[in-house]
T-cell receptor, first 114, second 114 residues
Framework: AQSVAQPEDQVNVAEGNPLTVKCTYS??????LFWYVQYPNRGLQFLLK??????LVKGSYGFEAEFNKSQTSFHLKKPSALVSDSALYFC????????????FGTGTRLLVSP | DSGVTQTPKHLITATGQRVTLRCSPR?????VYWYQQSLDQGLQFLIQ???????AKGNILERFSAQQFPDLHSELNLSSLELGDSALYFC?????????????FGSGTQLSVL
């Protein structure tokens, strides 16, 4: 069965510093990997996805993520954090064969301090 | 605005009751997904419909049921409600049935069972 682990409940970073939100996954076959962001009282919004190709994926709002097959990871990164990046971030994994569903991690709260 | 509409935004009811949550997908999207978000369980996939047919099933209780109508809107029916059913219920839509497409989420229905 597919699964996603987001090992950190919360990540704290100062504005202007680089940020990393970690995600590891488990799936048989080739994964589809996603990052979504949730702001207070809002639904989730798509940030970026990896389907195939270049391991470094660039997405919305200056975020990027690196697919690492050997470490089964898909960490979200941003070179310079903004206070407005403070939100709840979800990693998700799907696959292209068998029972298809998108499985989400438990979420990581990012807090960027001024 | 994601283009996905969920009604009602808030619902307060009592244990043992039955409620219906409604979702209108983004124009042109054929797939509708239902997710349940709670503090202790995170974001749980419930069920997916594609063009009126059930496509994938997740951790949906037998007390819960869903359907997608010919106009592609979907309803999630929750019956014999228990306190533990209190959660934020999200609907999402996408253009295809596969998991390689990004999802567009509604703002959710906050269900409180008292």
């Amino acid at each position: 069965a597919q699964s996603v682990a987001q090992p950190e409940d919360q990540v704290n970073v100062a504005e202007g510093n680089p940020l990393t939100v970690k995600c590891t996954y488990s799936v048989s076959g080739n994964p589809y990997l996603f990052w979504y962001v949730q702001y207070p009282n809002r639904g989730l919004q798509f940030l970026l996805k990896y389907i195939t190709g270049d391991n470094l994926v660039k997405g919305s709002y200056g975020f990027e993520a690196e697919f690492n097959k050997s470490q089964t990871s898909f960490h979200l990164k941003k070179p310079s954090a903004l206070v407005s990046d403070s939100a709840l971030y979800f990693c998700a994994v799907g696959k292209n064969t068998g029972f298809q569903k998108l499985v989400f991690g438990t979420g990581t709260r990012l807090l960027v301090s001024p | 605005d994601s283009g996905v509409t969920q009604t009602p935004k808030h619902l307060i009811t009592a244990t043992g009751q039955r409620v219906t949550l409604r979702c209108s997908p983004r124009s042109g999207d054929l797939s509708v997904y239902w997710y349940q978000q709670s503090l202790d369980q995170g974001l749980q996939f419930l069920i997916q419909y594609y063009n009126g047919e059930e496509r994938a099933k997740g951790n949906i209780l037998e007390r819960f049921s869903a359907q997608q109508f010919p106009d592609l809107h979907s309803e999630l029916n929750l019956s014999s409600l228990e306190l533990g059913d209190s959660a934020l219920y999200f609907c999402a839509s996408s253009s295809s049935a596969g998991t390689n497409e990004k999802l567009f989420f509604g703002s959710g229905t906050q269900l409180s069972v008292l």
